[in-house]
């Protein structure tokens, strides 16, 4: 689905495309995203993750995310309090 054409929020995002483009994903979809919803983002280690979305996860104060399966390729699940 394209983001354009979105008209309800969105409970759950996965992300699992080219590095280089999750922190746009990021930047486009979190504003659908309800609050309580998850943003779900693989290989968090290998290859390795761009460092602007792992900071864009883990400052902003609206975002809660832990990482998990790190000893393999890694994945982030970011929860959106508010």
Do not use: C
Not at 10 to 39: Q, S, T
Not at 50 to 69: K, R, S, W
């Amino acid at each position: 689905m394209e983001v354009t054409k979105l008209k309800e929020p969105i409970d759950l995002v996965f992300i699992d495309a080219d590095k280089d483009g999750y922190i746009d994903y990021l930047k486009k979809l979190l504003p659908w995203v309800r609050p309580g919803g998850l943003v779900v983002a693989h290989n968090m280690r290998v290859p390795p993750p761009d460092p602007q979305y792992v900071n864009a996860i883990t400052t902003n104060p609206d975002l809660e995310t832990v990482f998990l399966n790190m000893h393999s390729a890694g994945i982030a699940v970011t929860l959106k309090k508010r």
